[in-house]
C-alpha cells in the first residue's frame, strides 16, 4: 500500500490534512513575530532618542567599570592575581631604637641617625634592601601551643637562594621574663596581648621586634605551622623518601603512640610518619640539637623531593592546603608567588643551618644555648641579611656569655631583672665544630657545642658579674623537657626563691602538664 501526503509525528496525513496544518502554523508564526516586534518597539522608541541613548550608554558603562572592579577585587582576596608582595619597611641594621623598658649597665649607643646624618627609615640609600629578598619567621607549634621548632628563612627571588637557619628553642634571649628561652616568646606575647583588638597580629608584631635583637633585623612575614598542617603538607606532595639516622624506639600507652623505626632508608613516609620522626628526642645524645639535625635533613630531602617532581606540583592546592593549617600574614596571592617562584629553585641553592652556639650551657639551674655571636654574624651576613650593610655585634641585643663565661649583652641593653643569671658562670665550652652546610648539616655535634668558643667584644663590660658558682649554675630544679614526665616545652622554668620576677611583663602562669611522654607525636619521645 503506498502512502501519499506527509508523514507528521510518525503518522502519514492526507494531503489535504496537512496543508491546512502548513498554513495554520504559519499564520502562528507570523502572529509571533508580529508579537515580538510590538513587544520590543519600546526599547527601539526610547533608543531613537539621542539623549536617552547617551545617558543608557553612559549607565552601562559605569556598570561595566564597577563590575570589573569587583571581579579584580575578588581575584587580588582569591589569590587568582598572583604578583610579588610588597616588602615590609622594617628597621635596618644601623638602627635600633631604645626599647622603652631598657635596663642595663650601659646606655644604647648613639645610632639614631644613619652615616650621612639623615633619618635611616628615610635614606635608604645608606643601607639599601637587596632587590627581591624577602626574610621569614617559621614557628612550628604543637597542639598545647608549645614551640617545637623555630627558623629563620631568606628567599632571594633574584639569585634563587633559599637560605634557612635554625634558632634552639632553649637559646638565651634578652627578655624582660625570667624564662629567657626562646621558645618562650611567642607564648609570652600572645599572653601579654590577650583580649586586645588584632591581638594575634599585635603578639606577632611583638615576636618579630624581639627576634630582631638576635638578627639584627625585623622579618617581613611570620609563619607558624601545627602538627596536623606538617603532616598535611607531606601528605599533599606524596610523601617523602628519608634515611633514619638511627633506631627510633619510643612507646607512650596514654596517647595511644608507638614509634619504632629501624635505621636506614625508608621510601613513601607519610605525613604522621614523618612528624614521628622529627619530633622524636629522647634516643639522641645531644637530645635537642640532634633532634634539629634530623629535621633539618628531613626537610632538605623533602625540599631536594619537590624540586625534582616540581612539574607534578599543583601550587594552589598545596597553597589551599598550606592556609589551612598555617597561621600567617601573606595573604594567599602571595603564598602562591611564594611557591611558583620557589619551584624555579635549583636543589644545591637551597641551605640549612644551626645557630652557633653552646648547647651545654645552664643559668640559675636551668639548661640554655649561649650564642656564639662572631660564628652567628658571620651566618647572618652570609646568608641571611637582606640588606647591604653588615649585622654588627651592635646592631644586635644577644645575651651571651664572654670569654670569661660571665653573661653580658652585645649593645649593652639589657632587658628584665639586671641580677638575672649573676651566680652563674657556666660550663666551659668543651670544643668548636663546623656551623654551616650547604647540604642539610646542621653544625651541631654530639658534644653539645654548635661553634667556638667566643670573644668578647672590645669594651664591652660583663653585666653583673658578683659571685662565684663552681658548679656551673644556681641552685634550683633544673629544666626538664617534656617525655621526661614534667613540664611542656613552653611552661616557665622554676627558679629559686631568691629571684625576683619583673613587674612588667609578669612572667608567664604555669602550663598544664602533658601527659606522661610529653604530649605531640613522637613528643621528644
Same mark, same amino acid.
Given at each position: 500500500m503506498k502512502f501519499t501526503g506527509y508523514r507528521k509525528k510518525g503518522r502519514h496525513l492526507p494531503k489535504n490534512v496537512s496543508k491546512k496544518a502548513d498554513q495554520e502554523a504559519e499564520t502562528d508564526a507570523e502572529n509571533g513575530v508580529e508579537k515580538t516586534a510590538s513587544r520590543f518597539a519600546w526599547i527601539k522608541s526610547l533608543l531613537s532618542n539621542k539623549v536617552l541613548k547617551k545617558a543608557l550608554l553612559g549607565l552601562a558603562l559605569v556598570v561595566g567599570v564597577a563590575i570589573v572592579v569587583l571581579v579584580m577585587d575578588v581575584f587580588a582576596k582569591t589569590g587568582i592575581i598572583i604578583k610579588a608582595p610588597d616588602v615590609n619597611p622594617v628597621p635596618r641594621p644601623g638602627y635600633r631604637p631604645p626599647p622603652a623598658n631598657a635596663t642595663g649597665s650601659s646606655p644604647l649607643p648613639e645610632q639614631t /641617625?644613619?652615616?650621612?646624618? +639623615?633619618?635611616?627609615?628615610?635614606?635608604?640609600?645608606?643601607?639599601? #634592601?637587596?632587590?627581591? %629578598?624577602?626574610?621569614?619567621?617559621i614557628f612550628g607549634i604543637d597542639s598545647q601551643a608549645n614551640t617545637d621548632v623555630i627558623m629563620t /628563612?631568606?628567599?632571594?627571588? +633574584?639569585?634563587?637562594?633559599?637560605?634557612?637557619?635554625s634558632i634552639p #628553642?632553649?637559646?638565651? %634571649?634578652?627578655?624582660?621574663?625570667?624564662?629567657?628561652?626562646?621558645?618562650?616568646?611567642?607564648?609570652?606575647?600572645?599572653?601579654?596581648?590577650r583580649g586586645e583588638d588584632n591581638a594575634e597580629e599585635a603578639a606577632m608584631k611583638g615576636v618579630k621586634e624581639t627576634f630582631a635583637d638576635i638578627l639584627g633585623y625585623e622579618v617581613d612575614y611570620w609563619v607558624t605551622v601545627d602538627l596536623r598542617g606538617f603532616a598535611a603538607l607531606i601528605d599533599a606532595i606524596g610523601g617523602v623518601d628519608f634515611y633514619i639516622p638511627q633506631d627510633m624506639h619510643y612507646d607512650d600507652p596514654a596517647q595511644n603512640l608507638h614509634i619504632h623505626y629501624s635505621k636506614g632508608m625508608k621510601r613513601g613516609l607519610t605525613g604522621q610518619q614523618s612528624l614521628e620522626i622529627i619530633r622524636f628526642r629522647m634516643g639522641y645524645a645531644n637530645k635537642d640539637i640532634g633532634r634539629i639535625e634530623t629535621q633539618q635533613n628531613f626537610l632538605k630531602a623533602a625540599v631536594d623531593q619537590i624540586l625534582a617532581k616540581k612539574s607534578s606540583i599543583n601550587v594552589a592546592t598545596l597553597a589551599d592546603t598550606f592556609l589551612k593549617y598555617v597561621k600567617t600574614d601573606l595573604a594567599i596571592n602571595y603564598v602562591i608567588w611564594f611557591g611558583l617562584e620557589f619551584l624555579k629553585l635549583d636543589a644545591g641553592m637551597v641551605s640549612f643551618v644551626m645557630m652557633p652556639g653552646n648547647s651545654m650551657d645552664s643559668v640559675n639551674g636551668s639548661s640554655y644555648v649561649t650564642i656564639?655571636?662572631?660564628?652567628?654574624?658571620?651566618?647572618?651576613?652570609?646568608?641571611?641579611?637582606p640588606f647591604s650593610d653588615e649585622v654588627t655585634p651592635t646592631d644586635v641585643s644577644i645575651l651571651t656569655r664572654g670569654a670569661d663565661r660571665r653573661l653580658y649583652v652585645t649593645d649593652g641593653n639589657r632587658q628584665g631583672d639586671p641580677a638575672w643569671g649573676s651566680s652563674s658562670r657556666g660550663p666551659s665550652p668543651s670544643g668548636s665544630s663546623g656551623s654551616n652546610s650547604s647540604s642539610g648539616g646542621s653544625g651541631g655535634n654530639s658534644s653539645g657545642n654548635t661553634g667556638s668558643t667566643p670573644a668578647e667584644p672590645p669594651g664591652t663590660e660583663p653585666d653583673d658579674i658578683d659571685g662565684e658558682d663552681p658548679a656551673g649554675g644556681e641552685a634550683g630544679p633544673p629544666d626538664v623537657d617534656p617525655g621526661e614526665g614534667e613540664t611542656s616545652p613552653d611552661a616557665p622554668d622554676q627558679t629559686s626563691p631568691d629571684q625576683t620576677a619583673p613587674e612588667s611583663p609578669a612572667d608567664p602562669p604555669a602550663q598544664p602538664e602533658p601527659s606522661p611522654g610529653g604530649g605531640e607525636p613522637g613528643g621528644d619521645g
Open positions: /641617625a644613619s652615616p650621612s646624618g +639623615e633619618d635611616p627609615d628615610v635614606e635608604e640609600e645608606d643601607n639599601p #634592601r637587596r632587590p627581591g %629578598t624577602f626574610t621569614f619567621l /628563612a631568606t628567599f632571594d627571588t +633574584e639569585n634563587y637562594t633559599f637560605n634557612v637557619a #628553642r632553649d637559646t638565651l %634571649t634578652n627578655v624582660e621574663w625570667n624564662v629567657k628561652k626562646a621558645n618562650q616568646i611567642v607564648y609570652n606575647m600572645r599572653r601579654i596581648h656564639y655571636v662572631d660564628e652567628w654574624l658571620e651566618i647572618i651576613n652570609e646568608r641571611l641579611n
